[in-house]
C-alpha cells in the first residue's frame, strides 16, 4: 500500500535527520535547517490532508445524491443541498425539526 510506503520514509527521513545532528555537531544552522524542512513540509501536508477531504466530501456527495435520485418519494431538490445558501439550510434545518417532531412516535 502507497499509504504504508510513504510511512516508512518518513520513518526513515527522520533517523537521517538523528544521524546528521551529531555530524554537524547540532550547530544553529543544523537546527535551522531542520526546522524550515520541518515547516515547508507541514506546510505541504496541509494542502495534502485538504485535498483528501475535498475529494472524500465530493465522493460521499456523489453517493447520497445517487441515493436520493434512486428513491421515488425522495424530494429530487435536495440533491444540490450545498447550492444553498445558510439561511436556506436554516429553513430547512427547522423543517426537517418539525417532521421529526411530528413523527415521533409516543
Given at each position: 500500500?502507497?499509504?504504508?510506503?510513504?510511512?516508512?520514509?518518513?520513518?526513515?527521513?527522520?533517523?537521517?535527520w538523528?544521524?546528521?545532528?551529531?555530524?554537524?555537531?547540532?550547530s544553529?544552522t543544523?537546527q535551522?535547517?531542520?526546522?524550515?524542512?520541518?515547516?515547508?513540509?507541514?506546510?505541504?501536508?496541509?494542502?495534502?490532508?485538504?485535498?483528501?477531504?475535498?475529494?472524500?466530501?465530493?465522493?460521499?456527495?456523489?453517493?447520497?445524491?445517487e441515493?436520493?435520485?434512486?428513491?421515488?418519494s425522495?424530494?429530487?431538490?435536495?440533491?444540490?443541498?450545498?447550492?444553498?445558501?445558510?439561511?436556506?439550510?436554516d429553513?430547512?434545518?427547522?423543517?426537517?425539526?418539525?417532521?421529526?417532531?411530528?413523527?415521533?412516535?409516543?
Open positions: 500500500m502507497a499509504c504504508a510506503g510513504v510511512f516508512l520514509a518518513a520513518i526513515g527521513i527522520i533517523f537521517l538523528l544521524a546528521t545532528g551529531p555530524v554537524y555537531g547540532f544553529d543544523w535551522l535547517v531542520m526546522n524550515t524542512i520541518t515547516s515547508v513540509i507541514t506546510f505541504l501536508m496541509v494542502f495534502l490532508i485538504q485535498n483528501t477531504q475535498a475529494r472524500d466530501t465530493r465522493a460521499i456527495q456523489l453517493k447520497l445524491d441515493l436520493l435520485r434512486s428513491v421515488k425522495a424530494r429530487n431538490e435536495l440533491v444540490r443541498l450545498e447550492d444553498l445558501s445558510d439561511d436556506e439550510l429553513k430547512l434545518k427547522e423543517e426537517f425539526a418539525r417532521l421529526a417532531a411530528v413523527s415521533k412516535p409516543e
